[in-house]
């Protein structure tokens, strides 16, 4: 089994920033990508950054691009989301993601076994 753990989210005035860090432990061998999704009240989870730690290769959604970065650390399977310049519509819960396929889209939801508890993101105009 996999365990996610994610921390760092808050509240923060329009145009600022935060960082969330997802920390992945138990059976993370076969861990082929990991990414971070959000979901508001009222609103479908959707992905935000997705990163496959074997080579890097990075996703974004288009209304993140350019403003959130996702990055991890190569000894541990920790993945960061560098968010800057957020604006309103970024709250929501953040979740940090895992999985061991590389198939299917992978800013999609349900082709992620492995999820974290969530961690809030508030951004006030």
């Known amino acids: 089994q996999l365990q996610l753990v994610e921390s760092g989210g808050g509240s923060v005035q329009a145009g600022g920033s935060l960082i969330l860090t997802c920390q992945a432990s138990?059976?993370?061998?076969?861990?082929?990508?990991m990414g971070w999704f959000r979901q508001s009240p009222g609103k479908a989870r959707e992905g935000v950054a997705t990163?496959?730690?074997?080579?890097?290769?990075?996703a974004y959604a288009d209304s993140v691009k350019g403003r959130f970065t996702i990055f991890k650390t190569n000894a541990a399977h920790t993945v960061f989301l560098q968010m800057n310049s957020l604006k309103p519509e970024d709250t929501a819960m953040y979740y940090c993601?895992?999985?061991?396929?590389?198939?299917?889209?992978?800013?999609?939801?349900?082709?992620?076994?492995?999820w974290g508890q969530g961690t809030q993101v508030t951004v006030s105009s």
């Open positions: 990163v496959y730690p074997g080579g890097g290769l990075t």
């Open positions: 138990g059976s993370t061998s076969n861990t082929k990508r």
């Open positions: 993601a895992a999985g061991s396929e590389t198939w299917g889209g992978s800013l999609v939801p349900d082709n992620y076994p492995y």
